[in-house]
């Protein structure tokens, strides 16, 4: 009976897990193709590859489209059916402790990276006049950066934060009227779920509208990648990749030890490729949201920390803000040094990345924050805004990946020790 039941059963098993295993491990790799198939033709056809970019602009559009009903429903679901309301403060203690801890550990890579290389050495660009946009005060991009005027301006992808801190009090009051057992709490729960497979369905699409994409975006301004800015690339690129293989396995073995760092090698690749493409964490945390789920982070941590992170956590950004820093300070010729301009820097980077929008280009509120508060002259700002377009890739993919990562970080914090193993 054994023989001739059991064992056929536990065989079956076996190979579809060996199946399951094998689809999670080719995704990626069949992103990245489509990445490199579109990245060859951009080369290959220069200008002509632009007509292309309407088929990566439909995958983008769609992701944007679902990404606010989708952060909505799983921040306001999560919070709803918590009960237990301590476990929901020690959440967001934990992610806001983490975003900064890992804000200040990559500070200390970029500060050691500009010290040895510092990138502004023997560039020669002109500088030329240009009318920088007027910076909003402190008090009105604290604000803004936390509210909204209109109900309808939470629709928006650009108001995240506005949104999360919404969603998270919505959640409080449907916990607090009788959770995932109210009328509202069912249907919260089965938007989420609707709003998952929504996703799921989107992404079959993103090797073909992601390789469109960079196909379009190599084929314009792949020639004008390298030039006076070539240095700073060179510094920047490496750092990325530096930061990934020793800060991420390092925050991973924190987070769960050798496990840790084992499951974030697995699963790490999806939103770090799906972000470097799209240059987008906004359009990469629904692969987050997925990639958490297979790590085995619990859902009520990853669907907080992932929105919150989407917005907020942007380790990507503090390291490219300090380089635009350095590299002014050398193209003005003034010694970058000191702890008041170190400590200064360090808080505008950061400050930066809580003001940083979800969606390409939403660094020129950073660059202009950089450019006013240092007193660099309005010239400054087109400099520093071409550097952050030709370094976004790199620092979104490490911006969305760390995501991931500091959800990790939140789970051993507020789970402990064992939480990996008890929900593998």
């Keep these: 009976l054994i023989h001739s039941v059991l064992i056929p059963v536990i065989i079956k098993k076996e190979r579809m897990k060996e199946k399951e295993k094998k689809g999670k491990i080719s995704f990626p790799i069949i992103l990245l193709t489509g990445i490199i198939v579109g990245s060859l033709i951009g080369v290959v056809f220069r200008e002509k590859a632009v007509v292309l970019k309407p088929l990566g602009d439909i995958f983008l559009n769609l992701m944007f489209t679902a990404v606010v009903p989708m952060a909505f429903v799983s921040i306001a679901t999560a919070v709803g059916n918590m009960v237990n309301m301590t476990r929901l403060r020690k959440i967001l203690f934990s992610t806001v402790l983490t975003f900064i801890g890992t804000g200040l550990i990559a500070s200390v890579y970029v500060f050691i990276a500009v010290k040895i290389f510092p990138p502004a050495v023997g560039t020669k660009i002109a500088l030329q006049s240009t009318t920088m946009q007027e910076a909003k005060s402190s008090a009105d991009l604290l604000v803004s950066s936390f509210t909204v005027p209109d109900f309808i301006d939470l629709l928006s992808r650009r108001n995240m934060l506005p949104l999360i801190i919404f969603a998270t009090l919505f959640g409080f009051c449907v916990s607090h009227c009788g959770g995932e057992e109210s009328p509202i709490g069912k249907v919260l729960n089965n938007l989420n779920d609707i709003m998952m497979k929504l996703i799921n369905l989107i992404m079959w699409y993103a090797p073909i509208g992601l390789g469109a994409y960079f196909a379009s975006l190599v084929g314009e301004f792949g020639p004008n990648l390298i030039g006076d800015y070539g240095r700073t690339l060179l510094i920047y690129y490496p750092l990325c990749l530096l930061y990934f293989f020793t800060a991420f396995p390092f925050y991973a073995f924190l987070a769960g030890g050798k496990e840790g760092i084992k499951r974030m090698f697995q699963y790490i690749y999806s939103p770090a490729i799906t972000a470097f493409a799209t240059q987008s964490s906004m359009a990469t945390l629904p692969v987050n949201m997925e990639t958490c789920k297979k790590i085995g982070v619990p859902k009520d941590i990853s669907d907080l920390v992932l929105p919150m992170g989407a917005t907020m956590h942007m380790d990507g950004s503090v390291l490219s803000s300090?380089?635009?820093?350095?590299?002014?300070?050398?193209?003005?010729?003034?010694?970058?040094?000191?702890?008041?301009?170190?400590?200064?820097?360090?808080?505008?980077?950061?400050?930066?990345?809580?003001?940083?929008?979800?969606?390409?280009?939403?660094?020129?509120?950073?660059?202009?924050?950089?450019?006013?508060?240092?007193?660099?002259?309005?010239e400054a700002f087109p400099l520093i805004a071409t550097i952050g377009f030709l370094v976004d890739p790199p620092a979104t993919s490490l911006n969305a990946s760390g995501d991931t990562i500091a959800s990790m970080l939140v789970a051993r914090m507020v789970e402990g020790k064992d939480w990996l193993h008890r929900h593998i």
């Design 322 to 378: 300090i380089v635009k820093i350095s590299f002014l300070f050398g193209i003005f010729q003034t010694p970058f040094t000191g702890i008041e301009t170190y400590f200064l820097s360090i808080v505008v980077s950061i400050l930066a990345a809580f003001v940083l929008s979800g969606a390409p280009g939403g660094g020129l509120v950073g660059e202009m924050l950089i450019v006013s508060l240092f007193g660099f002259p309005p």
